[in-house]
C-alpha cells in the first residue's frame, strides 16, 4: 500500500528520535520490503550472512557492503518484485487486507510495486542507468518536491518557470512534482534546448514569474539576454538551482545580474540530488550576508552517510568525504549503501540549522566529483591527478570572470604527446591583460597548472561553446583530446 511521506518530525525531531527511528525504518525496509523482493540484495545478504534482524541502526549499515556504479551492470535485479512466496512473508497488517478480497490486496500490491516511470543516469563516462519508479516512489518525489519548495520558501501562490529539459532525468521531474507537492503554477518551458533562450527569457516577462529553476550556467545566460534585451523583471525573487554545482562565485554573479534586470531581493538557493537517490535535497534561504547552510536531508526517506573514500570508514560529523546513499521507503529500482562517488567538502552535520533552525541533518560546503579528478600529463612528470572540480571553482571565484570554459588538449593534437589545459573566457572588465594574469597566479599558487593559453570571447561565442539550446547540459568542461 501507498504511504504518502508525512511532512513533521524530520523537521523538529531531536537528534536522538531521528537516529532512533531511522533505525527502526531500516530494519522494516530491510525485512519487509528489500530482502524479500530484490534479488541483488537477497544475495548479497546471504552471501555474507546477514539478515534484516542485523540492522536496527545507522552504525549498523558498516556491515553491509557497498554498492557503486559498477555493481549496477544488471539494473532489473536491482529492483523489487513481488512473487507469490514472497507475499507470504508480509507483516500481519497486510494480511488484515485480505478481507476485502483477494483482488484488492493484489490492487494494493500492484499499485506499491508496478513501475510506471523512469529516469535515467546521464552516462557521458558509462552506460545509463534506468531507475524505475512506482506510485510509491513518485509520492516520496512529490514529498521531496513540497519540501524542496518549503525549505526555499516558495508559497502556493508563486508563478515558477521550470527551465530544465524535458527529459527522463531527475532533475526536471523533481521540479515538475515540486508544483504538484506544493499546489503552486509552474511552466515547464524544456528549457534553452525547447525554447531557446529568447523564448525563456519572454515567457518569464509574460508570465510574471516571480521564480525560475534551472541550471545555473543556463540561469547566467538567460539574465546576459535579459540584459541585453533591456527587460525587466522586478518581481523575481526565487531561483532554484540544481544540475551541476553551485560555486560561492557563481551564486555572486546571478545576484549582480539580477540587480541589473530590477531584482533586487533574489533568493538564490541550490539543490543537490542524483538520479539513484530519486528525488533532489535542497538548501534553506540563506539570509544576506551569511554563507549557505548546507543540503538539508529527508531522514524518513534516507540515510545519507560520509565515508572515507579510501578505506570506506564512516567519518566523523563535519569531516569531508564521499556521500553514501541509502533509501529507507523506496520502491521500484533500490540501491542500498550507494557510493555516489560526490565528495562534500564540509561532510555531514546534525546540530539544527543556524538559519531555519530545522534538526534534519545537513550536507555542508562544496560538492565535487570523483569523476572530475582526472590523471593528466601535463609536464615531464607522467600522469599528475589533476581536480578539475578545484579549477570550477577557482575560476568561478575569481572576480572579473564571467563564463568559462575549460578545454583539455594535446600539443599539436598529437595522442602521444603532453596533456594542455586551456581556459575561455568572458571577462566583466575591460583589463583582459590583468585578469589573465589574475587567473595564471591563483592557478598557479592553487594547483599544479599553469594554463596553456587564456583567449577571451564575447558572451555569445561563449553561448556557443556552452552549446545552450543544444545540450541537454551546458558544457563548461570539453576534453578534446584525440584517443
Ligand atoms: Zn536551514
Redesign the pocket.
Known amino acids: 500500500m501507498i504511504h504518502a511521506p508525512t511532512n513533521s518530525w524530520w523537521q523538529h525531531a531531536s537528534t536522538d528520535t531521528i537516529r532512533e527511528k531511522q533505525g527502526m525504518l531500516l530494519h522494516r525496509f530491510l525485512k519487509y520490503r528489500v530482502l524479500p523482493f530484490s534479488k541483488y540484495y537477497s544475495q548479497l545478504f546471504q552471501e555474507n550472512k546477514l539478515s534484516a534482524d542485523d540492522f536496527h541502526s545507522i552504525e549498523d549499515l558498516a556491515k553491509l557492503p557497498f554498492t557503486s556504479k559498477s555493481t549496477l551492470e544488471n539494473p532489473k535485479d536491482f529492483v523489487l518484485i513481488p512473487d507469490k512466496s514472497s507475499l507470504m512473508r508480509q507483516p500481519a497488517s497486510w494480511w488484515k487486507l485480505l478481507r476485502h478480497g483477494p483482488s484488492k490486496l493484489t490492487q494494493y500490491f500492484e499499485q506499491e510495486f508496478r513501475p510506471i516511470h523512469l529516469t535515467s543516469t546521464t552516462g557521458r563516462s558509462a552506460q545509463p542507468v534506468p531507475f524505475l519508479y512506482t506510485k510509491q516512489d513518485l509520492a516520496n518525489l512529490e514529498a521531496g518536491g513540497l519540501r524542496l519548495m518549503q525549505?526555499s520558501n516558495t508559497n502556493s501562490d508563486a508563478k515558477i518557470i521550470n527551465a530544465f529539459p524535458f527529459a527522463p532525468h531527475l532533475a526536471f521531474w523533481q521540479a515538475w512534482y515540486a508544483s504538484l507537492g506544493n499546489n503552486c503554477f509552474v511552466l515547464h518551458t524544456g528549457g534553452g534546448k525547447v525554447m531557446g533562450t529568447h523564448g525563456n527569457a519572454q515567457m518569464l516577462s509574460k508570465i510574471n514569474a516571480n521564480g525560475i529553476i534551472a541550471m545555473p550556467t543556463f540561469m547566467y545566460h538567460l539574465l546576459q539576454h535579459a540584459i541585453e534585451e533591456k527587460m525587466q523583471w522586478p518581481q523575481l525573487n526565487k531561483i532554484v538551482l540544481g544540475g551541476e554545482k553551485v560555486p560561492l562565485g557563481m551564486r555572486r554573479k546571478l545576484r549582480e545580474l539580477c540587480a541589473k534586470v530590477g531584482a533586487r531581493h533574489v533568493d538564490i538557493v541550490s539543490t543537490y540530488g542524483f538520479t539513484e537517490a530519486k528525488l533532489a535535497f535542497s538548501e534553506?534561504v540563506t539570509p544576506e550576508g551569511h554563507e549557505p547552510?548546507g543540503y538539508?536531508l529527508y531522514p524518513d526517506l534516507a540515510i545519507v552517510e560520509v565515508v572515507d573514500p579510501e578505506s570506506g570508514t564512516p567519518v566523523p560529523d563535519r569531516e569531508p568525504g564521499e556521500i553514501v546513499f541509502t533509501p529507507l521507503n523506496s520502491r521500484g529500482t533500490t540501491v542500498l549503501r550507494y557510493r555516489t562517488g560526490d565528495l562534500i567538502e564540509g561532510g555531514i552535520s546534525h546540530a539544527p540549522?543556524p538559519?531555519?533552525g530545522?534538526t534534519s541533518p545537513r550536507l555542508i560546503g562544496k560538492i565535487s566529483r570523483v569523476s572530475d579528478i582526472k590523471r593528466l600529463n601535463i609536464n615531464k612528470v607522467k600522469g599528475s591527478l589533476i581536480d578539475l572540480n578545484a579549477l570550477e571553482h577557482l575560476l568561478e571565484d575569481t572576480q572579473g570572470v564571467g563564463a568559462w570554459q575549460i578545454e583539455l588538449r594535446k600539443e599539436n593534437d598529437d595522442p602521444l604527446a603532453l596533456d594542455e589545459v586551456h581556459i575561455h573566457l568572458v571577462s566583466n572588465t575591460d583589463d583582459h591583460a590583468a585578469l589573465s594574469a589574475e587567473v595564471t597566479r591563483t592557478f598557479r599558487d592553487q594547483t599544479e597548472i599553469t594554463p596553456n593559453t587564456i583567449q577571451f570571447h564575447s558572451w555569445q561565442e561563449m553561448l556557443h561553446l556552452h552549446g545552450v539550446g543544444k545540450e541537454l547540459k551546458e558544457i563548461k568542461i570539453v576534453d578534446n583530446r584525440p584517443s
Open positions: 525549505l534553506c547552510s538539508h540549522c538559519h531555519c530545522r
